[in-house]
């Protein structure tokens, strides 16, 4: 075999970037970490603001622990709704959510990756499960019917040997079964040819669990994969949803993707749908399920509820 080695170098000079050996070693560790995750550089100099960014992530991770540790993080629920009858619940996804005291609302889309970064990201995914299947249960107790709940799963559960079984685990506790929860996974997933997570994923298939593809056209979209793998629905990016009404490529992909996916048996989901052009767009196409603003924001649980029974309709209205 042949390899190809590269190097990273991170720079600090004194006395400008520290005084001390420690605060030295400190802050060239830090540019080197900037080196490689910038790969047209293989050498960076520190800056302040490099060590600003540096602070302010150790500062939200150590909040983010301490969220974890005393259960503040919550979960909102969306609907995802039928095409052929927008007041139908095909079913909700959970999405996190953090109310900082200080900070307050800080967007996932900051917070899920220092949970990945600094090894959080399996806690917080079986807390997650956890908390999407109690709620789930405790809707059905209470009469609401609500058919699934989709969770965002992260790449790295899937290099635990036990997640599958760490999964079912979740389900039992709440009395609910396989097809109560819907697995969404990214193609990084799908790409990861560890044997652990091919594993993780035909236990999970064999179990009678549904694995839907997240963000489904912005990835590698290999569709050799789709064939491949047991995945039954694909969550069709809002970036084409957005683009529907204003561009014929984007039309023509989603075409594309809807007729592969029905080739398939597979359902799409069409993300991010927000205005009622693009929802009769889909719906004249084929597209089954939607979810977007337009039928809901991502909710409280009671405001779920309270969603619900606004779709049924009222004989003494
Ligand atoms: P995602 O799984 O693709 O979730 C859909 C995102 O689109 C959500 O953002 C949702 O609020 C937003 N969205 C839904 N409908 C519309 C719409 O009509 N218009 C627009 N502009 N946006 C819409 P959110 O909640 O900020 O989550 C962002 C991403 O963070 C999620 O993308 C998911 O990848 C990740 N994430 C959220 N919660 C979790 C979690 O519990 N675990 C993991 N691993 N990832 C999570
Ligand atoms: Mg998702
Ligand atoms: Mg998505």
Redesign the pocket.
């Known amino acids: 075999q042949t390899h190809v080695p590269h190097a990273s170098l991170g720079i600090a000079m004194f006395p400008n970037d520290g005084d001390t050996i420690d605060t030295l070693l400190r802050h060239a560790d830090q540019a080197m970490h900037q080196a490689k995750s910038d790969h047209r550089h293989s050498l960076q100099l520190f800056s302040a603001e490099m060590n600003r960014r540096a602070q302010e992530r150790a500062s939200l991770e150590r909040a983010l622990q301490q969220a974890l540790s005393d259960r503040s993080l919550m979960?909102?629920y969306?609907p995802q709704v039928l095409s052929s009858s927008p007041g139908t619940l095909h079913g909700v996804?959970?999405?996190?959510?953090w109310n900082h005291p200080q900070w307050g609302m800080v967007?996932?889309?900051q917070f899920?990756p220092v949970?990945?970064d600094a090894g959080l990201?399996h806690e917080?995914?079986l807390w997650?499960l956890d908390e999407a299947c109690r709620q789930l249960a405790a809707w059905r107790t209470a009469g609401h019917d609500v058919p699934c709940v989709a969770?965002?799963?992260?790449g790295r559960s899937f290099h635990r040997p036990e997640f599958a079984q760490e999964i079912s685990n979740a389900l039992q506790r709440h009395g609910l079964r396989a097809s109560d929860v819907l697995l969404?996974i990214?193609e990084s997933v799908m790409m990861d040819a560890r044997p652990v997570t091919l594993q993780n994923i035909e236990a999970l298939h064999h179990q009678g669990f549904k694995l839907s593809l997240?963000?489904f056209g912005t990835g590698y979209s290999s569709l050799s994969y789709l064939h491949r793998l047991p995945i039954s629905e694909l969550?069709l990016?809002?970036a084409f949803v957005?683009d529907l009404t204003t561009s014929a490529t984007a039309r023509a992909l989603t075409v594309s993707v809807l007729s592969i996916a029905h080739s398939l048996g597979m359902v799409v989901v069409a993300?991010?749908?927000?205005t009622t052009g693009q929802q009769q767009w889909l719906q004249a196409h084929g597209c089954p399920v939607m979810?977007?603003?337009?039928f809901g924001?991502?909710l409280p649980p009671d405001e779920i509820e309270a969603w619900l029974c606004a779709q049924v309709p009222r004989p003494y209205r």
């Open positions: 979960l909102h969306q996804e959970a999405l996190a959510r967007p996932p889309s899920i949970a990945e990201i917080l995914t997650l969770v965002n799963l992260s969404e990214t997240d963000d969550k990016d809002m957005q993300e991010g749908v927000e979810q977007g603003y337009l924001k991502p």
